[in-house]
Antibody, heavy 128, light 110 residues
Framework: QVQLVQSGAEVKKPGASVKVSCKAS????????IIWVRQATGQGLEWMGW????????AYAQAFQDRVTMTRDTSKNTAYMELTSLTSEDTAVYYC?????????????????????WGQGTLVTVSS | QSVLTQSPSASGTPGQRVTISCSGS????????VNWYQQLPGTAPKLLIY???QRPSGVPDRFSGSKSGTSASLAISGLQSEDEADYYC???????????FGGGTKLTVL
């Protein structure tokens, strides 16, 4: 079955960087985009950015533009998200998800891309 | 503060029908379709509804979605205890160039 398995929890000090992995199985990895979303404890979902594993093209949310890098290793069917200059506000669960259909506009109608499945999440705790 | 507005909580008794709303603007829901995600306690979000009203395979037809103007709704009929979860709406925002999510609605089955 289609599955995304993420790396384990991380504890980092302020100013450090973290790299989370997302291993795909059950489908052709390069055929679907991957997105990253984070969720602070008790809070909602925040879209961080998008990566095309085939072309290695990325797009990041403005809020993370200067600190996030999304990469992939096609030989390992794995996507990575690295976030630098961590602060306590980056403490959150980070999710990867497969983009089933990318957002697009056609014949006057515009569609939001949808995401399925999601990885199990990786808790990143930033604490001194 | 989330770009899409959802009521923080909703509740119902087993068998009831409940509706969860999601309000946006012309740059998101007014232009783009809406998707809904269900997040059971302690788990990752799961796709529930896409393109306003389409259910992925495996999602019971008790769940339905709709959209009108700059608002969208998720309806759950025949409420069951296992429906107790957080529900999030999502849409692309053409001004921000990101997918925006609602703040989530916590559904309690009484």
């Amino acid at each position: 079955q289609v599955q995304l398995v993420q790396s384990g929890a991380e504890v980092k000090k302020p100013g450090a960087s973290v790299k989370v992995s997302c291993k795909a199985s059950g489908y052709t990895f390069i055929s679907y985009d991957i997105i990253w979303v984070r969720q602070a404890t008790g809070q909602g979902l925040e879209w961080m950015g998008w990566m095309n594993p085939n072309s290695d093209t990325t797009a990041y949310a403005q809020a993370f533009q200067d600190r996030v890098t999304m990469t992939r290793d096609t030989s390992k069917n794995t996507a990575y998200m690295e976030l630098t200059s961590l602060t306590s506000e980056d403490t959150a669960v980070y999710y990867c998800a497969r983009v089933v259909v990318r957002g697009y506009c056609n014949a006057g109608s515009c569609y939001t891309g949808w995401f399925d499945p999601w990885g199990q999440g990786t808790l990143v705790t930033v604490s001194s | 503060q989330s770009v899409l507005t959802q009521s923080p909580s909703a509740s119902g008794t087993p068998g009831q029908r409940v509706t969860i709303s999601c309000s946006g603007s012309s740059s998101n829901i007014g232009t783009y379709t809406v998707n809904w995600y269900q997040q059971l306690p302690g788990t990752a979000p799961k796709l529930l509804i896409y393109t306003n009203d389409q259910r992925p395979s495996g999602v019971p037809d008790r769940f339905s979605g709709s959209k009108s103007g700059t608002s969208a709704s998720l309806a759950i009929s025949g409420l069951q205890s296992e429906d107790e979860a957080d529900y999030y709406c999502a849409a692309w925002d053409a001004s921000l160039n990101v997918v925006v999510f609602g703040g989530g609605t916590k559904l309690t089955v009484l």
